[in-house]
Structures are given as C-alpha cells and as structure tokens.
Nanobody, 127 residues
Framework: QVQFLESGGTEVQPGGSLRLSCTAT????????MGWFRQAPGEERQKVAC??????????YYANSVRGRFTISRDNSKDAVYLQMSSVKPEDTAMYYC??????????????????WGQGTLVTVSS
C-alpha cells in the first residue's frame, strides 16, 4: 500500500526557517521524481518544488514564489524527500504535501500526483 507521511510543519515567524520531511512506503521510491505541493485555505493546490530520481541541478524545479528560499532534496536510502524552507513569508502558510510526479527538470515538473496524497503537514507563518 502506497503511503506518504509528511512531518515538520509548525508555526514559525516571518524570516524563519524549518525543514519538512516526507517518508514514502509501498512503491519503488528511487524510480520516481518527487514533488512538494501546498494548499492554502480557499486556494487550489500548487506545486512548490520537484526533484527527479536522477541527480543533477538541472533536474530540480522550483516555483518562482519559492526559488532562492526553499531547497528540495531526497535520500533514496531512506525513501525520503525533504523541503528546507528559509526566509519564510506569511504567504507560505499552507498545508504541505509530498507526491510522486512524472518528471522534474529546472523548467517544470509533473502537475499531477501519480500515486496518492498523504495527510500533509501544516506550516503557519505568523508573527
């Protein structure tokens, strides 16, 4: 059974940092590109960052809104993907989810979750 378990969300002040983690089970993690998505109240889910299963900076995508502030990484030995968030802003407040996506490069990544959604982890940026 495919499962994603996201963690690390918390309340943080503007300008602060935090690290989200996602562990995956039930599929061949090392063969999938992975992405982080977020959904703010009343808004549609949007892509934040993606990383291909192959290494290389040209295989990592960031949304314009987070480029230069967030860093995505993965550890295939742990079936885990991470999102390091720095210089956070109130508009980063959202539920964050990880997902398996079709591809990732520096220009774009898959729009759809190929497998299933986890419960997400809540990030609140507030002073």
């Amino acid at each position: 059974q495919v499962q994603f378990l996201e963690s690390g969300g918390t309340e943080v002040q503007p300008g602060g940092s935090l690290r989200l983690s996602c562990t995956a089970t039930g599929f061949s993690f090392e063969h999938y590109a992975m992405g982080w998505f977020r959904q703010a109240p009343g808004e549609e889910r949007q892509k934040v960052a993606c990383i291909d299963y192959r290494t290389g900076a040209d295989r990592i995508y960031y949304a314009n809104s987070v480029r230069g502030r967030f860093t995505i990484s993965r550890d295939n030995s742990k079936d885990a993907v991470y999102l390091q968030m720095s210089s956070v802003k109130p508009e980063d407040t959202a539920m964050y989810y990880c997902a398996a996506v079709a591809y990732s490069n520096q220009y774009s990544c898959g729009d759809n979750n190929l497998l299933t959604w986890g419960q997400g982890t809540l990030v609140t940026v507030s002073s």
